[in-house]
């Protein structure tokens, strides 16, 4: 009894994962390819409890989800073999207390091109320290919280 209250207690498990992408279309399709997987993450991922953030740079995606382990798993699979994108290359992947883009189903604000040059490298090396991985979160979080991301988000309880 005093386990299984003490079990109780303790809150689930968050998985998070960053990965890095090579964009698979021309850029004069960007806009319109873009919209359309954010529109549809952002439905599919308040359905399975996830949250994140997404960064297209000029020719690259980087994407953080958070949520679940069967969910991140399910999404993952899908997201991996998305012909709208190859070189998917998971950077980080850990468990966390508390999500870090609680409040975004998809965090995502326009093509940010100036990253280009941060996110190539570690699609050109596969790798990534955990510094500079934790780097690219934090960016993904202030970039997130910037006024202009914030009147376009979409949050959990929306669909
Ligand atoms: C860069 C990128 C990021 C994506 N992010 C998500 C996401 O966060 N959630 C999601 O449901 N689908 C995401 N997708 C779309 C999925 O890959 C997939 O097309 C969609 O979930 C439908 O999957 P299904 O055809 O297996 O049903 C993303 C696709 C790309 C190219």
Redesign the pocket.
């Known amino acids: 009894m005093a386990l299984r209250r003490f079990i109780g207690n303790i809150p689930p498990m968050i998985h998070s994962l960053l990965y890095v ?1 090579t964009q698979a279309f021309t850029p004069a399709d960007a806009d319109a390819t873009i919209a359309r ?1 954010v529109t ?2 952002r ?3 308040v359905r ?1 409890g ?1 949250t ?1 953030a ?1 960064i ?1 740079t000029a020719r690259r ?1 980087a ?1 953080v ?1 958070e949520g679940p382990s069967d969910s991140i798993a399910t ?1 993952f ?6 012909p ?2 190859r070189d998917v290359t998971v950077l980080l992947a850990d468990t966390i207390s508390e999500r870090r883009f609680g409040e975004w189903s ?1 965090a995502y604000h326009g093509l940010a091109p100036y990253l280009e040059h941060v996110v190539a490298p570690m699609v050109a090396s596969r790798t990534v320290t955990e510094r500079d991985g934790h780097r690219l979160i934090s960016v993904m979080r202030y970039l997130a919280a910037e006024p202009i991301w914030a009147s376009t988000v979409h949050t959990t309880a929306e669909s």
């Open positions: 992408s997987i549809g993450s439905r599919r991922n399975f996830v994140g997404l297209a995606f994407q989800i999404l699979a899908s997201i991996r073999f998305d709208s994108h998809l």
